[in-house]
């Protein structure tokens, strides 16, 4: 199995609609983070939560909500889906320890029609 | 806040060719810096990360990057690329408390035959 593993895989949506990408690890890491990515322009930090009672906004929270069920565990919700959503939204995690760098799943590619 | 630029946006190389990707970071104090890897339909994959220490660091796939302060730039290199190099690659840098990793725009490697 996969350390983070994100679902959906693909994922097409009216606008308006509400969403909710899933993501899930068994590193054991306390952090998780939500970034979409955009061609051109990297990854941008959506949410990030550094225990399940710590959640944070990124760059870019506006649309977006979050969900820490459990240490493994971190949802990311899009109360009605607008088309400039459209991206590959993924889930990262980390240690505590700066250096440690994140471990990230494989991607939800996610259309907003 | 820290911020990254990756001034190529797409590299061809020869296979066999070295190869180096720039990175150029905008950071007050010491930097953590990483170089991410991601395969096409993949998540990001670590590949070498930099703390402290000796500023010249090793990671996988026979790759290596190296901190120089007084530029301000973490680039990584690769002797003889193999085909299966090509792939898009990300600089990374994070701050003391790993809340905030802001990731360059990335630059696409193509490896010609």
């Known amino acids: 199995d996969a350390d983070v593993t994100q679902t959906p895989r693909n994922r097409i949506t009216k606008t308006g609609k509400r969403i909710m990408l899933e993501c899930s690890q068994t590193?054991?890491?306390?952090?998780m983070y939500w970034y979409r990515q955009d061609p051109g322009l990297g990854l941008r930090l959506i949410y990030y939560?550094?225990?399940?009672?710590?959640?944070n906004k990124g760059e870019i929270s506006d649309g977006y909500s979050v969900s820490r069920q459990a240490q493994a565990k971190f949802s990311l919700s899009l109360e009605s889906a607008i088309p400039n959503q459209t991206a590959l939204y993924f889930c990262?995690?980390?240690?505590?320890?700066?250096?440690?760098?994140?471990?990230f799943g494989s991607g939800t590619r996610l259309t907003v029609v | 806040a820290q911020s990254v630029t990756q001034p190529d946006i797409h590299i061809t190389v020869s296979e066999g060719a070295s190869l180096e990707l720039r990175c150029n970071y905008s950071?007050?104090?010491?930097?953590?810096l990483f170089w991410y890897v991601q395969s096409p339909g993949q998540g990001l994959q670590l590949l070498l990360k930099?703390?402290?220490?000796?500023?010249l660091v090793q990671g996988i796939k026979g790759f290596e990057a190296e901190f120089k302060r007084s530029q301000s730039s973490f680039n990584l290199r690769k002797p003889s690329v193999h085909w299966s190099d090509a792939a898009e690659y990300f600089c990374a840098v994070g701050a003391a408390n790993n809340n905030d990793m802001r990731f360059g725009a990335g630059t696409r490697l193509t490896v010609k035959p």
């Open positions: 930099y703390f402290s220490g000796d500023t």
């Open positions: 590193k054991g890491h306390d952090r």
């Open positions: 950071y007050g104090a010491t930097p953590y």
């Open positions: 939560s550094f225990d399940v009672k710590d959640i």
């Open positions: 990262a995690t980390s240690p505590t320890v700066p250096s440690g760098g994140y471990t």
